[in-house]
């Protein structure tokens, strides 16, 4: 008698989380860096996944980097996903498979702290789901916590903007803390590649990339993991 093939769940979900905070200590502007998020979106949606974005205040948020050259980066300004965001507060994490958290500088102002953000995380991860973070998106994940109370990070294996690069960013003594000693002292073990070039890093079912140069690869992670769960 043949066994019965228990059907997957169809299209995969995955929300990508941006920053609403568009001011770098009085230097100068930031928000979310635009390629961290295209390059994904773009990705995801070629893998054929649904693809939700959402940020700190919702609407059209901040941005940083936008090179209009980039066909991806210019296709996802123009979405309409990214003009009117969802808000965080008002997301149900675990309606996703995955959620990615965005970089640019702007997150070390709003992610650390935002309680929907951190939610979104736990939810996702708690129900087997991968959570993804790239460049300062990693900010999101300093302090959340799981619903034992543990940090999400600790005794695992992380990459994230590097103190290095900070110092070459020339912002070292304006952003708010050092993203890489705060994910350590919460127990993480950061892995930092050389400046500049990508670093992904994967431990079980969270992902996580150093730079800009890190958010594509770790978006094709990202899908390999999900192309491995059954759900």
């Keep these: 008698m043949a066994r019965r093939r228990h059907p997957e769940r169809m299209t995969k979900r995955v929300l990508i989380v941006l920053t609403s905070h568009d001011d770098l200590g ?13 390059h994904p979106w773009e990705i995801f949606r070629k893998a054929g996944f649904d ?18 050259a980039d066909p991806a980066q210019a296709a996802f300004v123009a979405a309409p996903e990214q003009r009117d965001t969802a808000r ?15 970089g640019g500088h702007g997150t070390m102002w709003d992610f650390p702290d935002d309680p929907d953000v951190r939610r979104i995380g736990r939810e996702v991860y708690e129900r087997g789901g991968v959570v993804a973070a790239v460049c300062h998106g990693p900010s999101a994940l300093v302090n959340l916590t799981l ?5 999400l990070v600790a005794g695992k294996r992380v990459a994230a903007f590097t103190n290095a690069e900070e110092e070459l960013r020339g912002v070292a003594d304006v952003v708010p803390f050092l993203l890489a000693d705060a994910l350590t002292a919460r127990g993480a073990r950061h892995e930092p590649g050389d400046n500049w070039q990508a670093q992904v890093v994967v431990d079980g079912r969270l992902a996580t990339g150093q730079n800009p140069a890190s958010a594509a690869p770790l978006a094709e992670r990202v899908v390999e993991l999900l192309a491995e769960r059954r759900v």
């Design 51 to 68: 693809v939700d974005v959402a940020s700190v205040k919702g609407g059209e948020p901040p941005q940083d980097g936008y090179d209009p």
């Design 26 to 38: 009085g230097v100068e502007k930031t928000g979310y860096y635009v390629p961290e998020a295209a």
């Design 88 to 102: 965080v507060a008002d997301v149900d994490g675990s309606r996703y498979d995955a959620v990615l958290y965005a």
């Design 147 to 151: 619903s034992n109370g543990s940090y």
